[in-house]
């Protein structure tokens, strides 16, 4: 992948941009265009791919939430996990991290789905594969993007103190097994997707224990209500 493509953000770039430039990555930034020049719809679109991390600068994150790949409907993904856009409607495992945030804090449930303003506060919301093809979920796994969301969170966890990660389902936990439970704080419980939302995640109490945890540290809570959108 080359630099003048990809835009990392500052602070991001100086951590992790130099892995960005492995035969590895550049091989997936091959497959991506040509995937591209074929009538292959890919989402989000090239330039949000990165959006997490413009978002969610490496000094200002504090918690950091774990997805899979994003979605595959058109207009859904934006480059924040579980995350959609302003006016598409609210997918299922985002139904259910809104239910358990109103079960937990107390929180009327938004009507959208837009999670930027958790990420200006500091939340990470970071897909480990960070593309996909239009229908097909997981279109772009193993294709490199793991790698370099391994390495995102090994630098997260090494250079920095007093995160929260939270680990949703096998795939997220198994991705932060590299992670130091005495520097940081991991937070487990099955995905909140309707199949295994209800084996565990609703009920988790993930959102107040990432607050008490930060405010134990010394830092601010975060505001997990969203606002109407415009109101950002």
Same mark, same amino acid.
């Given at each position: 992948?080359?630099?003048?493509?990809?835009?990392?953000?500052?602070?991001?770039?100086?951590?992790?941009?130099?892995?960005?430039?492995?035969?590895?990555?550049?091989?997936?930034?091959? +497959?991506?265009?040509?995937?591209?020049?074929?009538?292959?719809?890919?989402?989000?679109?090239?330039?949000?791919?990165?959006?997490?991390?413009?978002?969610?600068?490496?000094?200002?994150?504090?918690?950091?939430?774990?997805?899979?790949?994003?979605?595959?409907?058109?207009?859904?993904?934006?480059?924040?996990?579980?995350?959609?856009?302003?006016?598409?409607?609210?997918?299922?495992?985002?139904?259910?991290?809104?239910?358990?945030?109103?079960?937990?804090?107390?929180? !009327?449930?938004?009507?959208?789905?837009?999670?930027?303003?958790?990420?200006?506060?500091?939340?990470?919301?970071?897909?480990?594969?960070?593309?996909?093809?239009?229908?097909?979920?997981?279109?772009?796994?193993?294709?490199?993007?793991?790698? +370099?969301?391994?390495?995102?969170?090994?630098?997260?966890?090494?250079?920095?103190?007093?995160?929260? +990660?939270?680990?949703?389902?096998?795939?997220?936990?198994?991705?932060?097994?590299?992670?130091?439970?005495?520097?940081?704080?991991?937070?487990?419980? !099955?995905? !909140?997707?309707?199949?295994?939302?209800?084996?565990?995640?609703?009920?988790?109490?993930?959102?107040?224990?990432?607050?008490?945890?930060?405010?134990?540290?010394?830092?601010?809570?975060?505001?997990?209500?969203?606002? !109407?959108?415009?109101?950002?």
């Amino acid at each position: 992948m080359t630099e003048e493509r990809i835009k990392l953000e500052p602070t991001w770039k100086a951590r992790v941009g130099d892995y960005l430039q492995r035969e590895d990555m550049r091989e997936l930034s091959v +497959f991506l265009r040509q995937r591209s020049a074929q009538g292959t719809r890919i989402f989000p679109p090239g330039p949000e791919i990165f959006s997490a991390f413009e978002a969610t600068p490496f000094d200002a994150t504090r918690v950091v939430i774990l997805g899979q790949d994003p979605y595959h409907g058109a207009g859904q993904a934006h480059g924040l996990c579980f995350s959609v856009r302003p006016g598409v409607p609210v997918p299922p495992s985002l139904v259910n991290i809104h239910k358990e945030i109103e079960r937990d804090l107390g929180i !009327p449930r938004p009507a959208h789905g837009c999670l930027l303003p958790w990420a200006r506060q500091g939340v990470l919301l970071l897909n480990s594969v960070m593309t996909v093809e239009e229908g097909r979920a997981g279109a772009h796994q193993g294709r490199g993007w793991e790698g +370099f969301t391994d390495h995102v969170i090994e630098t997260l966890a090494r250079e920095r103190e007093d995160l929260v +990660f939270m680990l949703w389902g096998s795939y997220a936990q198994k991705k932060g097994a590299v992670i130091d439970r005495s520097r940081h704080r991991v937070l487990k419980a !099955p995905h !909140p997707s309707p199949l295994s939302a209800h084996r565990g995640f609703i009920g988790c109490g993930h959102f107040s224990a990432a607050n008490e945890y930060l405010v134990r540290r010394g830092g601010k809570p975060i505001d997990w209500s969203l606002p !109407p959108v415009g109101a950002t």
